[in-house]
């Protein structure tokens, strides 16, 4: 991701202590940022008030910080890594038209 000019981070519900320790099991090459409060997951209209947690979700948000593409569902929705390159691919040669 840094090649198109992207930093890849997750937001989750969980504590700080929780994410280290998810971290320690899955390597994840990027940072998992806390939201115990639920203020970012709410603001993007992700927090499923009924269970208390987030939905599966993926942001592209550009420079500027305006939504430029999101996708949300359920725990069983696949992510597509190749649709999010392809997204970026596509803001970048947008980028570069301007």
């Known amino acids: ?42 603001a993007y209209g992700v927090l499923d008030r009924e269970r208390n947690v987030a939905f599966r979700s993926t942001f592209i948000v550009d420079k500027n910080g305006v939504l430029r593409w999101g996708q949300a569902g359920d725990r069983e929705m696949v992510r597509d890594g190749a649709e999010i390159v392809r997204v970026l691919d596509l803001i970048e040669r947008l980028r570069k038209k301007a």
Request: charged share 20%; glycine share 8%.
């Open 1 to 42: 991701m840094q090649d198109r000019g992207a930093v890849l981070f997750g937001v989750s519900g969980d504590s700080p202590f929780c994410h280290t320790k998810f971290l320690e099991a899955r390597r994840f090459p990027f940072p998992l940022l806390s939201d115990v409060h639920r203020t970012t997951i709410a």
